[in-house]
């Protein structure tokens, strides 16, 4: 059968940019020959084990035969109700605040869609930021627009503003005032913001805050969403387990949309929810690793004669050699080791390297010895 009838339909994939991860293949065959191994520091992926309180809790749940709902288990919103104000001082919300996701990927990608924002408007992403917010804009048909700062927008009035603290890819929090500055920007406008707080329960030298907590918002979450995963701080990468939380008519909103999608989160993974969201125990101890490891390669990469700036909270460390991050990414890859390149991140990032926490304590060892050898 011919497809040539086909020929005019538009190609979403021609929208977006190359998929970053593609473009370091020949980087990852030279650290992979490597006599002892590559130690791949690229991808922020979880390596440690799922708690057994929570596969307990995912084991419990299998049993369950029929549809869950798109709007989860009151148990499952209650719960992450309860860790908001628990784990990141953010009280005074209920259970019409809270969706479930399925990963947060998933719904960062299509959050600007599904808010109604398109052709004509403006989504304003970080200059260094994490490419999914580019690509939900771009899905959109709406326009991105790089600024860490008001002042850059001048006369804009963007329809949604995405922030991102802590960092992917940099680490950078952002304080109080930054924060209660954005929200009153926007409010002004009549614009949203969403703030991806995945690393908000990884901070290691200093506070970080939700936009959701009273001393920024003001106890007033119109216009603001909050975006939380588990992937990081329980090891649920695999899970796809995270949620919406913020501003109830844009919650209902959201809801409403992803019902008719069937945009549904596993009812055993609500379960699953449930279990690592009332339980911190295993989410501290597991940001010990990451602080452990964390205090290892930052020495090594230090002492190899980097540049580490901000790094202060989240899975990585943003450095450089004041030189094109491919350079640098060749230069690891030579002693084994693959990072990120900064131009994943946007034109801002060109000449720094990621450097994710997230590998085995082995592992981590295995790069520091190879750098200050």
Known sequence: MSTSGFATRRRVSTLLPDFPW???????????????????????????PVDPIIREALAASSEFPGYPTTIGTGE??????????????????????????????????????????????VVVIPEVAYPTYEVSALLAGATPVRAD?????????????????????????LGIDHLRKVVGWARERGAIVVSDECY?????????????????????????????????????????????????????????????????????????????????AHAIAQAERYRARRTTLLAAVRAAGFRVDHSEAGLYLWATRD?????????????????????FYGPAGTRHVRMALTATDERIAAAAARLTA
């Open 22 to 48: 593609d473009t370091i293949g020949g980087a990852r065959m030279r650290a992979s020959a490597h006599p002892d191994g590559i130690v791949d520091l690229s991808v922020g992926t979880p390596v440690d």
């Open 76 to 121: 499952l919103r209650e719960a992450a109700v309860a860790a908001l104000a628990r784990r990141y001082g953010a009280p005074g919300l209920d259970e019409s605040a809270v969706l479930p996701v399925i990963g947060t990927k998933e719904a960062i990608a299509g959050i600007v869609s599904t808010l109604g924002i398109g052709a004509g408007d």
């Open 149 to 173: 700062s008001t002042v850059q927008l001048g006369p804009t009035s963007p329809a949604l503003i995405f922030l991102n603290s802590p960092s992917n890819p940099t680490g950078k929090v």
């Open 200 to 280: 908000l329960g990884l901070a290691w030298d200093t506070e970080a805050y939700s936009i959701l907590d009273p001393r920024v918002s003001d106890g007033d979450h119109t216009g603001l969403i909050a975006v939380h995963s588990l992937s990081k701080v329980s090891n649920l990468a695999s899970y796809r387990a995270g949620f919406f939380a913020g501003d109830r008519e844009l919650i209902g909103e959201l809801l409403a949309v992803r019902k008719h999608a069937g945009l549904i989160v596993p009812f055993p993974i609500q379960g699953a929810m449930v279990a690592a969201l009332n339980d911190d």
């Open 323 to 343: 030189e094109d991050s491919r350079v640098t990414l060749d230069w690891l890859a030579e002693r084994g080791i693959l990072a990120a390149p900064g131009d």
